[in-house]
């Protein structure tokens, strides 16, 4: 592809991923701000995406259209992780009464692949589609936990370590030392290290060679969670060993 068209590509890819991580829409001046592009370029590539439904444009506002929905939903069809786990997810909400997530390693980040909202009245801010750190997050250190050693280590030494809350690990040897238990025990806590309040159990969700595949995690206010570890954390274990049986006829 010549590169003209790679740049172009790139900022239209630019633009979806910007509106889709802004929540409620963005106007062409915040997008031109957001993306340094040039208010002409910007606009001409607006009309593109909202001629062919990309996009959606209403009194000014942009958000994503319905041929983003319907791909969205393609996505879901095509893809068996988020399919042959869905059902291992709801129940283990229904069981518990709180959210669950699913997500996959993608480089050194948390990528959510699906979320089933718990009925508390309090609902977690994540989004299906968005990133999370891999230090700080019951997810992301139950797949860190579930790498072969070398890797592990490879990636611990990578990360940034950006400091969220007074308890989030701060340094590679803390969280090696973590992971290490959590290898151990099955299953990882996230002790409102990344949001403050929010406490988390997750566990890898591995095939039958032990090769990791994602995690799951069940999230809710510590005010609920914090006392019930050991009666939480064996239906998490379960659930991801479910989903990792369950792919194996996907």
Do not use: W
């Amino acid at each position: 592809m010549p590169k003209n068209g790679e740049k172009s590509l790139t900022k239209v890819f630019a633009i979806l991923e910007t509106i889709a991580h802004s929540g409620h829409g963005l106007n062409a001046k915040e997008l031109a701000l957001e993306l340094e592009l040039p208010i002409s370029t910007l606009f001409r590539m607006l009309k593109f995406l909202t001629d062919r439904r990309y996009l959606a444009g209403d009194r000014g506002i942009y958000t994503l259209g319905v041929r983003m929905l319907q791909l969205g939903y393609r996505a879901g069809e095509q893809n068996a992780l988020p399919r042959c786990a869905r059902p291992c997810l709801r129940e283990l909400s229904v069981q518990t009464r709180e959210t669950v997530h699913l997500a996959e390693l993608r480089d050194d980040q948390v990528y959510y692949l699906d979320k089933v909202e718990g009925s508390r009245s309090i609902h977690m801010g994540s989004q299906v589609g968005n990133v999370s750190p891999l230090h700080c997050t019951g997810i992301g250190k139950a797949m860190l936990a579930g790498l072969p050693e070398k890797r592990r280590r490879q990636l611990c030494a990578e990360l940034s370590y950006q400091v969220f809350t007074p308890t989030t690990i701060r340094d590679a040897a803390t969280l090696l030392a973590e992971l290490d238990d959590i290898r151990e025990r099955g299953f990882a806590l996230d002790q409102g290290e990344h949001e403050p309040g929010v406490f988390c159990l997750a566990a890898p969700i591995l095939d039958r060679e032990g090769n990791l595949l994602a995690g799951v995690s069940l999230s809710g206010s510590e005010l609920y969670l914090r006392d019930r570890i050991a009666e939480l954390a064996p239906l998490v274990i379960a659930c991801a060993r479910k989903i990792g049986t369950r792919l194996e006829g996907c």
